[in-house]
């Protein structure tokens, strides 16, 4: 083969190979990955939501739906539904209010599962491999992980945000929680134990212009049965301010 | 709201409290404490949301901080002399966005607090709305139902 010839042959080769790195050529590689919502931005209050019968039909067996997202907040004895195991209510009617108004406990945290459902605002930051909340609420911040590594081990440090590890399921992002510190449930004496293993699912409204979740929990070492919130927040152009509590707030 | 088994649920609720209160004596008389682990002001707790109390009298302090501005006035009572009160509010990066900043209470300033009074009796209350001696209200609630 002359050289002019050998010349046109590898260009030729050359381009259709080029041509078919480019166009995909079936490679896994170059498969279009799936459009996810942006639930980046500032998300006003957490607030209550009309209840969808249809989400609440598909809850697991034994999940009551708490009615206190949001403002509202339930009263001495009444824990939404929640059937506390006897050590827990024993606890919980125990409870005294005065006693977390104290300089040492007042600036204490409620844990992702009460903070989340208060009518505070929050931050989203939302990247590929991790996800960012942050919470107006005691400037909470928390790290979801999107990049498959699993919950480290029973025995690793546990925090009021947790550890959390989350999944697209098409639109929806699930969020699953663990290694929670003990803290309240419900704000008026019925805590949840550091075994409470935290679901969250989000997405957004049809018009994108609010942010839904469906928080669902469960803990054996404190309830018999599970409990869910539903809540939303609406987006808007503001900022999160800092929190910062004083513990001195009464004088 | 959905409790797909409320009647069945609020007897048996019913029935383990008189439960937890035995249980409740004999732990106390053990002398088993729990270390409670949360901290956090709720409304309903402290205050009675079923009935309404307005207060009126002159400002001696405004905390504008978190997780609630406190607000101290000294309110004269029928005899003439004058009594402390503290009105609770909401927490500041709430009331920021309604339109209320640490300059909108003065020492000294003539107000009107309505609201939700203590449960324990004492001179404090949770504060719906404050009305300033020209008739201003403070701030513009939002879709909140306290101040």
Not at chain 1, 66 to 90: H, I, W, Y
Not at chain 1, 122 to 138: F, N, P, S, T
Not at chain 1, 177 to 200: F, K, P
Request: neutral net charge.
């Amino acid at each position: 083969m002359s050289d002019a010839r050998m010349a046109a042959l590898v260009f030729v080769v050359g381009t259709v190979v080029a041509g078919a790195a480019l166009s995909g050529g079936g490679s896994p590689v170059a498969a279009q990955q799936p459009v996810r919502p942006n639930l980046s931005g500032f998300w006003g209050a957490g607030h209550a939501v009309p209840l969808d019968p249809a989400l609440v039909k598909k809850l697991p067996a034994n999940t009551v739906v708490v009615p206190d997202a949001g403002a509202p907040e339930l009263p001495l004895g009444n824990f939404g539904g929640l059937q506390p195991k006897p050590s827990a209510l024993a606890t919980a009617m125990r409870w005294k209010p005065e006693d977390d108004m104290k300089v040492d406990r007042v600036c204490l945290p409620p844990s992702i599962v009460y903070s989340m459902q208060g009518p505070f605002p929050m931050e989203i930051h939302q990247g590929a491999d991790l996800i960012v909340m942050r919470l107006e609420y005691y400037d909470m911040v928390r790290l979801i992980f999107m990049d498959g590594r699993p919950h480290p081990p029973a025995n690793a440090p546990h925090s009021k945000v947790g550890h959390s590890v989350g999944r697209w399921d098409g639109q929806t992002l699930v969020v699953d929680t663990t290694h929670l510190s003990r803290s309240t449930l419900t704000n008026n004496g019925l805590d949840h134990s550091d075994n409470l293993h935290l679901i969250e699912r989000f997405w957004l409204s049809a018009d994108g212009q609010t942010l839904l979740m469906q928080q669902e929990f469960e803990d054996q070492d404190v309830l018999e049965n599970r409990g869910a919130r539903f809540v939303g927040w609406d987006r808007g152009t503001d900022f999160i301010h800092p929190y910062e509590c004083d513990p001195t707030f009464k004088g | 709201m959905t409790d797909p088994a409320a009647p069945g649920r609020y007897h048996r609720l019913m029935r383990t409290l008189c439960l937890a209160a035995a249980l409740v004596a004999v732990l106390s008389a053990g002398g088993v404490l729990s270390h409670m682990v949360s901290a956090h002001h709720s409304f309903v707790v402290f205050f009675d949301d079923a009935k309404s109390i307005t207060v009126s009298g002159s400002v001696t302090a405004f905390k504008f901080t978190n997780p609630h501005a406190i607000i101290e006035l000294a309110v004269k009572r029928v005899d003439g002399r004058s009594e402390p009160w503290r009105a609770e509010t909401n927490a500041v990066t709430l009331l920021r966005r309604r339109g209320w900043t640490k300059e909108s209470l003065k020492v000294g300033d003539a107000i009107t607090i309505d609201g939700w009074p203590s449960r324990d009796g004492s001179r404090d209350m949770r504060v719906r709305r404050v009305v300033k001696a020209d008739g201003t209200v403070l701030g513009a609630p939002t879709n909140q139902r306290v101040d």
